[in-house]
């Protein structure tokens, strides 16, 4: 996989000072690589990626492909298709306070699906939620926000609320099936959203 990063990537790589943070990015990437190239039908290595100050990456002399990466933990869920689509996948952390975050972060509404839930439930509804959210910051190309507490998204997904300001075009959640312990969403201006899934694994 390292073989397919561009130097930037590799560069990037070589910042993580955690080990494991750096191969995770290293297969996540050279998985995105890898996909592209099956898309595109061209080297996996020539693939130029359009980047950094904020913007939403792009592939460059592709314009019409469209993706979005994301990882946690031991996985990373990676989205292309004809059109913009955000992708978060989240460990469900079992040390995290969730009624400060929800708090600082969640719509009224959102707030009260976890608090109808207790326990177990409440905690994975968090983190679907949390998904959604994030999934929808990265397809709009918002990005981090102080204004998280006026989107809303039902745990179910479906369409998003959020101010015209920071999405004119309605967009809609779906959740995705996730490993056991993990949530995962994907998020398109797309209602019926079709979603081909394909799994694999680059363990040694």
Same mark, same amino acid.
């Given at each position: 996989?390292r073989?397919?990063?561009?130097?930037?990537?590799?560069?990037?790589?070589?910042?993580?000072?955690?080990?494991?943070?750096?191969?995770?990015?290293?297969?996540?990437r050279? %998985?995105?690589?890898? @996909?592209? $190239?099956?898309?595109t &039908?061209?080297?996996a290595?020539?693939?130029?990626? *359009?980047?950094?100050?904020?913007?939403?990456?792009?592939l460059?002399?592709?314009?019409?492909?469209?993706?979005?990466?994301?990882?946690?933990?031991?996985?990373?869920?990676?989205?292309?298709?004809?059109q913009?689509?955000?992708?978060?996948?989240e460990?469900?952390?079992?040390?995290?306070?969730?009624?400060?975050?929800a708090?600082?972060?969640?719509?009224?509404?959102?707030?009260?699906?976890?608090?109808?839930?207790?326990?177990?439930?409440?905690?994975? %509804?968090?983190?679907? @939620?949390? $998904?959604?959210?994030? &999934?929808?910051?990265?397809?709009?190309g918002?990005? *981090?926000?102080?204004?998280?507490?006026?989107?809303?998204?039902?745990?179910?997904?479906?369409?998003?609320?959020?101010?015209?300001?920071?999405a004119?075009?309605?967009?809609?959640?779906?959740?995705?099936?996730?490993?056991?312990g993990?949530?995962?969403?994907?998020?398109?201006?797309?209602?019926?959203?079709?979603?081909?899934?394909?799994?694999?694994?680059?363990t040694?």
């Amino acid at each position: 996989m390292r073989a397919l990063l561009s130097a930037d990537e590799q560069a990037r790589a070589g910042r993580f000072k955690l080990r494991a943070d750096h191969e995770r990015f290293v297969k996540s990437r050279g %998985a995105l690589r890898l @996909i592209h $190239a099956e898309r595109t &039908a061209q080297d996996a290595r020539a693939r130029v990626f *359009l980047e950094g100050d904020g913007r939403k990456p792009e592939l460059r002399d592709h314009p019409s492909v469209h993706f979005n990466l994301s990882h946690s933990g031991d996985f990373a869920l990676i989205a292309v298709g004809p059109q913009s689509v955000g992708v978060d996948i989240e460990a469900i952390r079992p040390d995290i306070k969730l009624s400060a975050l929800a708090e600082a972060n969640f719509h009224p509404a959102e707030r009260a699906i976890l608090a109808a839930r207790s326990g177990t439930a409440a905690r994975e %509804a968090f983190f679907q @939620i949390w $998904a959604h959210k994030e &999934a929808f910051l990265k397809a709009t190309g918002i990005g *981090l926000t102080d204004h998280l507490t006026a989107i809303s998204v039902s745990l179910e997904g479906g369409p998003i609320s959020a101010p015209a300001s920071l999405a004119p075009e309605t967009w809609y959640a779906t959740p995705l099936d996730a490993p056991p312990g993990y949530k995962a969403s994907i998020v398109s201006r797309n209602a019926h959203l079709s979603v081909q899934d394909r799994t694999a694994s680059f363990t040694p």
